[in-house]
């Protein structure tokens, strides 16, 4: 039998639709041999709207998951994870709380001095930041720089979506993507 599970779940904790528990019943109905949640991590961030929003919550977050992993295990298999931030202090630490099975590093953001803009927030917002920059391509290689950054600073277990600069890309008609630069740099 091929075995199906997805690692980078959100819940109600952060920008997901769903109870963790919801999530977990629809994985067994699909047959999933294993679901792992990956909320958000807590961030200082004052603009973080995606986040778990206090440690508390985090704590909550990661013990709601410990508990259905006892009350599931003889259905599925359960992970509790964590999307890190490349800029937030927690994320610079090894892997976050020792309760992880495994930690997402993720850049949401571009960054130029202290100034942030989400990468994946609203079309307007990714246009302020590529006026900021000047171009598309400075604005994405400064993206890329970004998650090199990271993955020499941080000890996440997975890569989370290296391609989230392209979110907007079809709908807005930008066609940075066919050009040789960003093909090349991809």
């Given at each position: 039998m091929k075995e199906k599970q997805n690692l980078h779940t959100h819940?109600?904790?952060?920008?997901?639709?769903?109870?963790?528990?919801?999530?977990?019943?629809?994985?067994?109905?699909?047959?999933?041999?294993s679901i792992g949640f990956s909320s958000h991590a807590y961030t200082a961030f004052p603009f973080d709207e995606c986040g778990?929003?206090?440690?508390?919550?985090?704590?909550?977050?990661?013990?709601?998951?410990?508990?259905?992993?006892?009350?599931?295990?003889?259905?599925?298999?359960?992970?509790?994870?964590?999307?890190?931030?490349?800029?937030?202090?927690?994320s610079l630490s090894p892997k976050g709380p020792s309760s992880l099975d495994y930690s997402i590093g993720s850049v949401h953001?571009?960054?130029?001095?202290?100034?942030?803009?989400?990468?994946?927030?609203?079309?307007?917002?990714?246009?302020?930041?590529?006026?900021?920059?000047?171009?598309?391509?400075?604005?994405i290689e400064s993206y890329w720089e970004e998650v090199i950054r990271f993955m020499n600073v941080s000890d996440y277990s997975i890569l989370g979506h290296i391609d989230l600069v392209?979110?907007?890309?079809?709908?807005?008609?930008?066609?940075?993507?066919?050009y040789s630069w960003y093909k090349d740099g991809a």
């Open positions: 819940s109600l904790f952060c920008d997901g639709q769903d109870s963790i528990e919801d999530m977990i019943k629809e994985a067994i109905k699909q047959n999933f041999t778990i929003k206090s440690k508390e919550d985090e704590s909550v977050y990661l013990d709601t998951i410990s508990s259905l992993k006892e009350k599931y295990k003889q259905e599925i298999k359960i992970y509790s994870g964590l999307e890190l931030e490349s800029r937030d202090a927690f953001y571009f960054w130029k001095d202290d100034k942030a803009w989400s990468v994946d927030y609203t079309p307007e917002v990714f246009l302020e930041a590529k006026e900021a920059f000047g171009s598309f391509r400075s604005l392209t979110k907007f890309v079809e709908k807005e008609g930008w066609e940075f993507e066919s």
